[in-house]
Every structure is written in structure tokens, then in C-alpha cells.
């Protein structure tokens, strides 16, 4: 059933242009709004502003917009709403949720369990900073917080966050706020209902919910994609030597994404215009073909 009232975004960070990773979670996400006629949004998450490459969200919308993925409203910049991540951080500091946190990021290396590729955090500082020690950054405590959702695509996901990720921290030792707490804060902003997005970020999503859950917001449905992987298995990234995309072959490179995507555009479309492979890729929208598929390799 079409839903008018969708509301999804995508939502890139600028450290560098678009490689075919994240032109897979563009068009996913775009595709998913416009399947269900409802408006798609594009939000630059440049928060960490030590991370953040001159001129690069410039690029990104320029190659959105390259691929015919126009959005429907104006474009938001995190780093243009820290008053509105200052309120959320109050609202739970007011609670008595948030501890500081004195630990180095080497001490807590030695100190934290491993949980796949995460670190959990022991609990160091939550019952008060050691003699002499100085506050770096601000935890937010989970106690025995179990946070269970179905994801449209990976189905039920389920964690104990004290277990999986321990007390996680949404003001960083360098001042800036945390990105579990910038997302949380914006979708509910943007009136988000829907967020697509990569598989890297499925383990991301329970902390999200418990922070929407403290600060009394609606929580969005889930959708998480395969991550694209190169021929080593390793996610497309910067650090990775993923190339641009690159708009000179946009129809190809999109139809490429569609055959990703394992939607199955029919051949006839291969050296179709954009709006065409566009509109074929709207109506025939089946996410389904994706179920529980978390990596993808790129060939």
C-alpha cells in the first residue's frame, strides 16, 4: 500500500565524493520514498568537522543531482545544529542519565571488552571520576537496556546494549557531539518515518532507538542494505581506495546500481535516459530481493 506520509532521507557524510557504496544507499533510500509516493530528503552529517573535506558536500549534491536524485525539501547541515543537539544533551543530562568520562582512549583499549568490532565500555567512570582525574566527554548509561526491532531487511535484530556496546558516549573529549545523538535528534526533526540506509550501521541503530526512546521520540521503521564490499571483502570507503562514481556515465553507472540492487532492469533500459531507468526503477521497487543479504560484493 502506497504511504503519502513516508518520509525518508539519505544522508551522507562530506569526507570525499560518492563511490558506488553510497550511491547504492542513495538510490535505495530514493527509491524506497518514491515507491511509496513520499518525499525523500538529503541531510549533510558534517558534525565531525575534523573529518570533513572542502568542497566535498558540493560534490555529493552535485552528483545527486547528476543521477536524478533530486530532493524535496532544503538541505540540512549538522553543523549548523548544535543548539538543537545541546538541547537534546540537556534534556538528559537533567535526568541524571549522563556521567563524565575521564578515560583515554588508550585506557579504555585496556580496559574494554571486545564484542565483534566493537568496544565495550566497562563502566570505568559511572560511579564518579577517580582523585585527580579530569572530565574528557559525556556517557550516556544503559543499565540493562534491551533493544529488539524488525528490520525490513535483516529482520529481527535484537541487543542488550550494557553487553554489547556498555555506557556509549554522545559528548566527544574534542567537544563535538556524538552521532548517535546528531541522527537521533535530526530524523525526529525532519519528521524522518522511514530510513534507509547501509548494513555498516544495522549494529548503530539500537543505541538510536534507546536515545529515542529517553527522549520520548517516535522511532522510524528500519531498512538496512547490503554494504558494498570490493574483491578483498572490505567495505567500500576512502580508506579503501573506493573511486567517485563519477557523472559522465550516470545512465549506465545507475542501470549498473539497478543490476546491484538485484532489481533486474530489463535490458532495453541499459542506454535508457535517466528519467527512464528512474521511473522503470520507482514502479518496480522489490526491496524482497535483498532479504538478508548484509555484503554484496562489487565485481
Known amino acids: 500500500m502506497k504511504r503519502s506520509d513516508y518520509r525518508g532521507r539519505f544522508a551522507p557524510s562530506p569526507t570525499g565524493p560518492l563511490h558506488f557504496g553510497s550511491l547504492i544507499s542513495a538510490i535505495g533510500s530514493y527509491l524506497d520514498a518514491k515507491h511509496q509516493n513520499g518525499k525523500w530528503l538529503v541531510r549533510i552529517e558534517d558534525i565531525d568537522t575534523s573529518r570533513n573535506l572542502e568542497g566535498a558536500a558540493r560534490e555529493i549534491l552535485s552528483t545527486l543531482e547528476a543521477y536524478g536524485l533530486h530532493w524535496d525539501e532544503h538541505i540540512v547541515y549538522q553543523s549548523r545544529r548544535t543548539s538543537a543537539y545541546e538541547a537534546a544533551f540537556q534534556q538528559l543530562k537533567d535526568t541524571g542519565t549522563l556521567y563524565p568520562c575521564a ?134 570507503s576512502k580508506q579503501t581506495l573506493a573511486l567517485p562514481v563519477g557523472t559522465g556515465n550516470a545512465n549506465s553507472t545507475l542501470f549498473r546500481a539497478l543490476e546491484f540492487l538485484r532489481q533486474q532492469p530489463p535490458d532495453e533500459l541499459r542506454l535508457g535516459k535517466i528519467g527512464e531507468i528512474l521511473a522503470w526503477a520507482i514502479a518496480h521497487w522489490n526491496p524482497d530481493r535483498l532479504l538478508h543479504c548484509t555484503r554484496l560484493k562489487l565485481e
Open 103 to 236: 578515560c583515554s582512549r588508550k585506557e579504555i583499549a585496556d580496559s574494554a571488552l571486545q564484542r565483534g568490532n566493537e568496544l565495550v565500555y566497562p563502566g570505568t567512570c559511572r560511579n564518579g571520576l577517580a582523585q585527580g582525574k579530569v572530565a574528557r566527554a559525556w556517557r550516556v548509561r544503559v543499565d540493562d537496556a534491551s533493544v529488539s526491532f524488525g528490520d525490513k531487511m535483516q529482520g529481527i535484530i535484537s541487543q542488550e546494549l550494557a553487553t554489547g556496546v556498555g555506557d556509549f558516549v554522545l559528548l566527544r573529549a574534542d567537544g563535538l557531539f556524538a552521532y548517535q545523538l546528531a541522527v537521533v535528534v535530526d530524523d525526529a526533526a525532519q519528521g524522518i518515518t522511514d530510513v534507509v540506509r547501509g548494513a555498516d550501521l544495522l549494529y548503530s541503530t539500537p543505541r538510536q532507538i534507546y536515545l529515542q526512546r529517553l527522549l520520548g521520540l517516535q522511532t522510524p521503521a528500519y531498512m538496512h542494505l547490503p554494504v558494498v564490499v570490493n574483491s578483498q571483502g572490505e567495505k567500500l
